[in-house]
């Protein structure tokens, strides 16, 4: 074990409340050789004869400045969160933060043949139970599934619903068809059955062009425009109908910023007003079922690090409830992900995004000794 069950620091009075919970750190998947324990014969032996093809998807190039914090623990390659070990010395360093969310994102979901990407994603889901959660009680995860088979996604999420500490289900940003279309439903349906949300985090299946008009000729390209992808997800979402037939959905944003939401809300429910013809089902205005169902993580910050910036973009969003803290280890953004307390002057807001509005999505309470939440 790396640390005790214990939350150490924590005073007794403090047993009982909401922890203060990291939503997105990330798990990096050392070489494609770390998943043949957890894969069967038949799959092992195809990686070793395929000489280990890696799906690692660098959506961080390795060298930028972005991908990892200089001062990060690091492997025998300079690699930050390859290890539990190394995560959870810089994660847990200051004693702030009471759990962890790991969101592995080697890319499982780019093997384009069904069966194989199946395996993969079991193998990768042992291998983060065994590897990570298995060594850390303050560390929880998210379910990999193969998103190239909605069924098979589905019972990925049944396998591994009865352990606890899988706590969401992890689906990547851009997908081969829209999350709201009815083949995705298994999905949705499993995740509800479970009590899980579902988070949406940057990235994707690459079997077409990352954006609507084609293939981005830069990184910075590829980065800014996931953001459009996340907003054609949720109009999907919410236009066909997926918070009607699974009312308990929940779901959550990841490392896409959060300023652009206002506005993407303030129009989607303008035009719902003149189209909801075209969508009978959906009675309710998507102001707010984006409020009620959606949450948005706080890293990176989107400026609201700057003085009222916070508290101004919260008041755009009408709600309190929408944004939960991140750190989004081991990348490295342009402002710290607790900067966000310089954009209010409200202890009340910092302790809904700290503890209260994560809470809601994963009832996480702050571990008395000998005790995990």
């Not at 069950?5 to 750190?25: H, K, Y």
């Not at 995705?184 to 008009?213: D, K, M, Y």
Request: overall charge negative.
């Amino acid at each position: 074990m790396v640390a005790p069950t214990s939350n150490p620091g924590v005073p007794d009075e403090l047993d009982g409340v909401p922890a203060v919970v990291d939503c997105d750190v990330h798990a990096v998947l050392p070489s494609p050789h770390s998943l043949i324990p957890y894969l069967d014969e038949y799959w092992a032996d195809q990686l070793v004869a395929q000489l280990a093809p890696t799906y690692e998807p660098n959506y961080h190039p390795r060298g930028s400045a972005i991908a990892q914090h200089s001062d990060a623990s690091v492997d025998e390659n300079g690699r930050a969160a390859t290890t539990a070990e190394n995560l959870v010395k810089d994660v847990f360093a200051d004693g702030f933060t009471d759990f962890a969310v790991v969101n592995c994102l080697y890319g499982v979901q780019q093997i384009h043949q069904p069966r194989r990407e199946m395996a993969h994603a079991r193998a990768l889901n042992h291998w983060i139970a065994n590897e990570w959660l298995d060594k850390d009680d303050r560390l929880r995860a998210s379910i990999v599934v193969p998103q190239g088979s909605p069924r098979a996604a589905a019972e990925e999420i049944d396998f591994w619903s009865g352990d606890k500490r899988f706590v969401q289900v992890l689906l990547l940003g851009q997908s081969e068809l829209l999350y709201g279309r009815e083949i995705n439903w298994p999905i949705w349906e499993a995740a509800e059955a479970a009590g899980l949300p579902v988070t949406l985090h940057i990235g994707g299946v690459f079997r077409q062009a990352p954006t609507s008009v084609g293939w981005p000729a830069s990184h910075l390209e590829w980065y800014v425009g996931q953001q459009s992808n996340i907003e054609a997800q949720l109009n999907s979402i919410i236009s066909e109908g997926i918070l009607q037939k699974f009312p308990k959905t929940k779901i959550l944003l990841s490392e896409l910023g959060f300023n652009w939401l206002p506005p993407f809300m303030w129009k989607f429910d303008k035009l719902w007003k003149s189209y909801r013809p075209d969508i009978p089902w959906v009675q309710e205005s998507p102001l707010e079922l984006i409020r009620e169902h959606v949450r948005v993580t706080t890293s990176p910050s989107d400026g609201a690090e700057e003085a009222g910036r916070l508290d101004s973009i919260v008041d755009r969003l009408g709600s309190d409830r929408m944004l939960v803290y991140s750190s989004d280890y081991p990348h490295k953004h342009h402002s710290g992900p607790r900067d966000i307390e310089n954009g209010t002057h409200s202890p009340e807001l910092l302790d809904r995004i700290y503890r209260r509005n994560a809470f809601d999505l994963y009832n996480l309470v702050v571990p008395s000794p000998g005790k995990v939440g």
